[in-house]
């Protein structure tokens, strides 16, 4: 284990920002190396030196306290767990529905003008563009919960708030629909929209239940991994 | 941490008008900062010197100090100098500090008197 592991991990499980904690971190790295090095031009040896050098930076809970005694360092995060992981990625969600929905608009406008619906099969150029949207638009949930996961990883949340986001981002991803109707007048636009449809229960669910694998699934190997880490580290200081 | 502790409730706000006051004269990093404290205080205040950090950090935030990282002998440190809203919260850390000591003084004057009395 590092020097500073101790003081990054509870500066990270207390809610200070990773940038904050990088920071702090990253000086503490120099100061210790400047310590070392004057301990070690005192004649002392280098485990000697690095032993005193970290006494005299202090103990790891009184540095993580220094930091934590200031809120404004605080992340999102830890200052507001469901304004992070609640609206942000309803936010989230709702931009790129937004933008999917845009892009077919503005793809059936210019691809297929005079038509009905955009929903039907296209060639070429036009393929590739509906196939960008309808990825955008099918992978959506998948990528708002990658982002909750590499948010919460970053900053040690507490694994509840990242799982109830997975489920959420899972649960409207398989409730959500998109609506085409068709030009009033022959040389108009048609018009897109979205809504939230329970359908078929068992099918709804099912689709949640993948949706919630997916996005869950890097968070939850990384949480795993974290575990597996610790356990292996404890088991070394015990030998 | 070396030497014997200052009582921490005397110490509120020490910390912010001593790195101001080495900053006030040449742009530092941390453990320069923290040598010069010890040495210039003839070691009667020490502090852990990592705590030194968030302080900075803190002063930094409330724009009295700014910072850029500087590489000099193939080291790259954060260096900290005072800017102008640091100069004037230096002025007023000083004023009340000097109050204050002045105060004690006249207590501790004033209680010698009394005893001699």
Known sequence: MKPFDEVRESLLRAGVAPRHVRRFIGELQDHFADLTAEERHRGRSREDAQSAALSRLGRPDVLAKAL?????????????????????PLAALGAIYLIACSVLWFGWRVFLPGTETPFIPVNGFAAIYFGAGRFLYYAAPILVGWSVGLIAARQRSTARWPILAFAFAAFLGSVAQVHADGPVFASGAGSISMSLNLGDPFSSLRHSCILFAIAALPYLAWLVHKAYAASATSGREVD | MAGKSTNPNFMNGVPELLILRLLQQQEMYGYEIVQAIR????????????????VLHALEREKALKSRRKTINGRSRVYYSMTRSGSRRLAGLCSDWTNLAEAIHTMLTGAEHIEAV
Do not use: D, K
């Open chain 1, 68 to 88: 934590l005694g200031q809120r404004h360092f605080q992340s999102w995060c830890g200052r507001a767990p469901g304004v992070a992981f609640g609206v942000m």
């Open chain 2, 39 to 54: 040495s210039q205080s003839n070691e009667v205040i020490t502090v852990g010197e990592g705590v030194v950090y968030p």
